[in-house]
Nanobody, 121 residues
Framework: QVQLVESGGGLVQPGGSLRLSCVLS?????????????VSWYRQAPGKQRELVAA???????THADSVKGRFTISKDNVKKTVYLEMNRLNVEDTGVYYC??????????WGQGTQVTVSS
């Protein structure tokens, strides 16, 4: 009923920037659905657990992991049904697969397949 497709990942040098996009679609997805859900970005490096990067709540408030505060910004466009993650001043520790998620209820989490971000010189 809900599909999420991430894009925008790739290879970037340390200090560079990337903008990730997550397009939501499906039978129950509308601009209202996106506005009512909590959207977030997670990442997972090889051999490590998946961790929360940033979240955006229906009221407009956001939270960002300490490791990315001041460098990453989560945002969304309810009409376009797209979630974004602007990443600046990237470093090698930011390397990993980035996943987009929307929570519509306690038992209604939906995940994308992920997009690879590699920071290397």
């Amino acid at each position: 009923q809900v599909q999420l497709v991430e894009s925008g990942g790739g290879l970037v040098q340390p200090g560079g920037s990337l903008r990730l996009s997550c397009v939501l679609s499906g039978s129950i997805v509308s601009s209202g659905t996106v506005s009512r859900g909590t959207v977030s970005w997670y990442r997972q490096a090889p051999g490590k657990q998946r961790e929360l990067v940033a979240a955006l709540f229906p009221g407009g408030s956001t939270t960002h992991a300490d490791s990315v505060k001041g460098r990453f910004t989560i945002s969304k466009d309810n009409v376009k049904k797209t979630v974004y993650l602007e990443m600046n001043r990237l470093n090698v520790e930011d390397t990993g697969v980035y996943y987009c998620k929307i929570r519509l209820g306690e038992w209604d989490d939906y995940w994308g397949q992920g997009t690879q971000v590699t920071v290397s010189s």
